[in-house]
């Protein structure tokens, strides 16, 4: 099989080179050198940077944007960028993943399981991810796995259903840490997507051939702190200055917002929503802490933008709306993945427990309503998981997915709150505590229904 010959292959570090590797080379060749790795033994041990501490409080720090790396600019000014093909399909209604995607997301879920579970508690008190996690994410590719291979990625074609299968499984590992790791493919998936040729050859090389600063920190921030926010409605505003445009406004719940070198930033442009490539060295933008219920581990920040100026050719994509609302779609695609995994986490902690609990001189489980309360979590588990499958396949194919992607937000917002809710519940007293994970999973499961943005497939 070539996927097998890929990891004899040779390319940089031991990864397949670009000529030989399939899709998944890269992330299974990953995963041989983060298995012999000591980063496993690290992981979760070590304590967080004083300044990660300072995030658990809302004014914990107040900075103006690191500057970070310098992307020089290069391409061809105005030439529309190189696009992934959408996924062939033989017209059989069948959501199995492939042989490809299965080694996938094998690989995914060991990381999720060895990495991300035991870091899980700590990253949430701290509000941080920690680095050692972030960095064996990068040792299996995860940050470019949207990116088409002819610009240096894996994505051979549209990769949405690999996209959901890798946020369910690190989301299965801990969702807060999930969106840590996921926040700088977003962007780079983004600027596959929609950037121009100048855009993906200025940006996109920082994903694909980091340096020994690893991956940029980057996020998508698309919501704001408004009551009865509606994201295709931006309240920040780009007003254009000659050939530049002045952005103002305020981004709430950004990921790894102190980290970040590279900003997606949602604004109104002539009464249009529209997506701004905005760097971190920018004059103008300022970083507050802004730590929330759940997804504490992604360190959620408050993104200021105060005259901020941006040449025209920053704008990522269509100005006529359709390009951030296709991003918002796909954002929502990529909370509802993160809801299958947390909510798969859920029901695999809770089965084992009700059928070892003792009350009464048997196990919980032998109550009806406990049975039946744990099968409908399954029942509602399987069904999120089938209709927000079916929305990533049409996606991946190129075609219209926009009722599909509504009722996954729909059912996986909703039934993910009430598997979460059942867990607690089904613990009882121990649902309460932080001693059992599952109190943990049930605030990161509210984030579905109200985070816009951050992740995207």
Excluded at 197 to 210: G, H, K, M, S, V
Excluded at 380 to 397: H, P
Aim: glycine share 10%; proline share 5%; with cysteine.
């Amino acid at each position: 099989m070539s996927l097998i010959n890929n990891l004899k292959g040779g390319g940089r570090h031991g990864i397949p080179s670009a000529e030989s590797r399939d899709p998944m080379g890269y992330l299974i060749a990953g995963l041989s050198r983060f298995a012999q790795s000591d980063l496993l033994d690290r992981i979760g041990l070590r304590k967080q940077t004083e300044q990660a501490v300072f995030t658990t409080t809302s004014n914990g720090f107040k900075v103006v944007a690191a500057a970070g790396r310098q992307f020089k600019k290069t391409g061809s000014k105005g030439k529309q960028g190189k696009r992934a093909p959408g996924a062939s399909s033989d017209g059989v209604f069948d959501l199995t993943p492939t042989e490809d995607e299965q080694m996938l997301v094998d690989v995914v879920s060991e990381y999720a399981d060895e990495a991300l579970r035991p870091a899980a508690a700590e990253a949430n008190e701290a509000c941080a991810a920690p680095q050692e996690v972030l960095a064996a994410s990068l040792e299996i590719g995860i940050p470019i796995l949207g990116v088409p291979d002819e610009l240096g990625g894996i994505a051979e074609s549209r990769s949405a259903i690999a996209g959901t299968l890798v946020a369910e499984a690190l989301a299965h590992g801990d969702m807060g840490l999930a969106v840590a790791v996921l926040s700088p493919g977003a962007v780079a998936t983004a600027i596959g997507l929609w950037g121009t040729d100048e855009q993906q050859q200025t940006y996109l090389p920082a994903f694909t051939e980091p340096t020994d600063a690893g991956v940029p920190a980057a996020a998508l921030a698309l919501a704001e702190p408004a009551v009865l926010f509606d994201v295709l409605t931006p309240a920040t505003t780009g007003v254009r200055t000659g050939d530049e445009i002045v952005l103002n406004g305020t981004k709430a719940l950004v990921a790894r917002g102190a980290d970040a070198e590279l900003f997606i930033v949602g604004a109104s442009l002539e009464g249009k929503p529209v997506l701004f490539l905005v760097e971190s060295s920018t004059p103008g933008l300022t970083i507050e802490g802004d730590p929330a219920m759940g997804v504490r581990a992604a360190g959620l920040t408050t993104l200021r933008l105060e005259d901020v100026r941006v040449p025209a050719d920053a704008i990522l994509g269509d100005t006529d709306g359709s390009t951030y609302t296709e991003c918002v779609r796909l954002s929502r695609l990529a909370w509802c993945a993160l809801a299958i995994g947390t909510a798969q986490a859920v029901l695999d902690y809770v089965t084992p427990y009700v059928k070892e609990r003792q009350a009464f001189g048997e196990p919980i489980a032998h109550r009806q309503s406990v049975a039946f309360m744990v099968a409908d979590m399954a029942i509602e588990l399987q069904a999120m998981r089938l209709i927000t499958y079916k929305a990533a396949s049409r996606v991946a194919r190129g075609k219209d997915a926009t009722r599909e992607i509504a009722l996954a937000r729909k059912i996986c917002a909703d039934k993910g709150m009430r598997i979460g809710n059942d867990g607690v519940q089904l613990l009882g007293g121990h649902g309460f505590v932080k001693e059992h994970p599952v109190e943990r999973w049930y605030r990161d499961l509210r984030a579905v229904g109200v985070m816009e943005g951050t992740v995207l497939v």
